[in-house]
């Protein structure tokens, strides 16, 4: 990717009243107004979009651009060209090495925005300000669109998170990183708008260097924890307290995993402010597991003890109570900081420039998976042991270990891997369960539950605890089973 073809931009929701105040905040510079139209086409089994591309034809005053936008993160490809007639050119830009000669092209959602506009300098930078409101439709399916956008047009990337933070200090701004075409996509594939995020698949060339392999690596957990946050301030519940804490712990395994290649001044306040968000989504997911499944299988069950519909209830209104405080955490000034600022150490912190950094990747998987590996088997035996602290600190490394295993798959053989993970996915589950056992009653008593619903949990934990001798033993025959593996990266 050539500088000249290079996107560099960071994207915000808003609310409406909030855009004024991000224009006058902003530095001065050559305003313009605009209403834009752009309709955005893929053939129909969405070639593009399965390739990470987007297509649009934008209209304005008359004159037509056809853009082609490739890649995901904060850093795209984007082709620009004029054309002529209301279809987009199959000749243009990268365009013929993403279609098939001859592809059927045509118009799947078009955007509708009026822009305010602004270009500046700015700490050596040259930058673009874009206030879009406007809407995305598709068939009889429509979603608004509030959106703040700053985009680099020249200079040094920490320009841009800089007055990002200065921007973010007038007006509630939410890091996202959800394209329009993103957006349009799942309208017309009928998600619902704001629903939970699940982490996607991350696909690593084996050209990539190490500092490319976490930037993507960190890139989709930041992604996954950006849209669930979003869900959970417009809908708080479990599934997006729980996509929210995997993104969460999903960037936290991958500064383990990469710390050889990530040393400089900026990781250890990354590392706490991601400690931060984990810890205050812990206690509300802790009593859904419960609810869900624990409490659950109770009110499903043969015997259901005496109590139990008074403790649903009282679940019920804790959990309530906590979605709430998860969906104010999302809300924070303090979260709203901690994405601008994780995100700009990923992008453009000293670690980059280390030769750690600059080295292949598949030789670094290699070598941290190994640590990996070596660090769980030489806890295997607590497994299989009487002490639940040394059990949970497997736990960890069982996770650590899967996002690894999960970051690094493309750069090996699948079978194998998908071998190796299922042994992961069986540790990890066991000693879920054996966690959640651990859990319940210190969670149970800290509820001040009434007498009735006290008793149920009491019969509930105790009918659990029953089951932990046999989940200690499989958890024992898993761990050896793991340790023992086909390690696929050597």
């Known amino acids: 990717m050539t500088g000249e073809d290079r996107e560099i931009e960071l994207k915000f929701a808003c609310g409406p009243e909030g855009l004024a105040a991000v224009l006058a905040a902003a530095p001065a510079g050559d305003d313009e107004s605009r209403e834009l139209i752009s309709v955005y086409f893929d053939t129909p089994d969405l070639v593009l979009q399965k390739a990470g591309a987007s297509l649009r034809v934008r209209e304005h005053e008359g004159r037509r651009v056809q853009t082609l936008k490739r890649g995901e993160g904060l850093v795209r490809e984007e082709h620009e060209a004029p054309i002529e007639g209301l279809a987009p050119d199959p ?32 700490h050596d930078a040259e930058i673009e300000l874009a206030l879009d409101q406007g809407e995305v439709s598709g068939g009889d399916q429509k979603t608004p669109i509030c959106e703040v956008e700053l985009e680099l047009k020249s200079g040094p990337p920490a320009a841009l998170f800089q007055l990002a933070r200065e921007l973010s200090a007038v007006a509630p701004l939410y890091l996202t990183f959800e394209s329009k075409a993103d957006r349009g996509h799942a309208l017309v594939s009928g998600e619902p708008p704001g629903a939970p995020r699940h982490s996607g698949t991350v696909e690593l060339s084996k050209a990539c260097t190490v500092g490319e392999a976490f930037e993507a690596v960190a890139g989709h957990a930041l992604a996954q924890i950006a849209a669930n946050a979003a869900s959970l301030r417009a809908s708080p519940g479990a599934e997006a307290v729980h996509q929210l804490r995997v993104g969460a712990r999903r960037l936290r395994s991958a500064l383990s995993t990469f710390k050889p290649a990530l040393q400089d001044d900026g990781l250890e306040a990354v590392k706490a402010d991601l400690r931060w968000l984990a810890h205050a989504c812990d206690k509300v997911r802790n009593l859904d597991v419960f609810a869900d499944e624990t409490l659950h299988a109770a009110e499903t069950g043969a015997e259901r003890p005496p109590g139990v519909e008074a403790l649903h209830t009282a679940i019920e209104v804790a959990r309530r109570r906590a979605w709430a405080r998860a969906a ?15 995100t700009a150490w990923v992008e453009t912190g000293a670690w980059r420039d280390g030769a750690a950094a600059q080295a292949g990747v598949k030789g670094f998987a290699g070598r941290a998976l190994k640590r990996h590996h070596k660090r769980l088997a030489g806890r295997r035996a607590a497994a299989a042991g009487a002490d639940d602290t040394a059990r949970h600190h497997l736990r960890i490394e069982a996770k650590k270990l899967r996002y690894a295993v999960e970051a690094f798959a493309g750069l090996y053989g699948r079978k194998r891997v998908k071998r190796y993970l299922r042994e992961v996915k069986d540790l990890q589950e066991v000693l879920g369960a054996l966690n959640d056992l651990v859990t319940a009653e210190p969670l149970m008593m800290a509820l001040g539950l009434p007498a009735d619903a006290a008793f149920a949990a009491g019969e509930i934990v105790g009918r659990k605890a029953a089951a932990k001798p046999t989940l200690i033993d499989q958890a024992g025959k898993a761990a050896n089973r793991l340790v023992e593996a086909d390690r696929f990266w050597r």
Do not use: H, W
């Open 91 to 122: 000749e243009l830009g990268p365009l013929p090495s993403l279609a098939p000669k001859g592809a059927d092209l045509r118009p799947v959602f078009n955007v509708r925005v009026s822009r305010r506009q602004r270009s500046f300098r700015y």
């Open 328 to 342: 104010k955490t999302a809300a924070s000034e303090r979260f709203r900081a901690l994405m601008i600022n994780v």
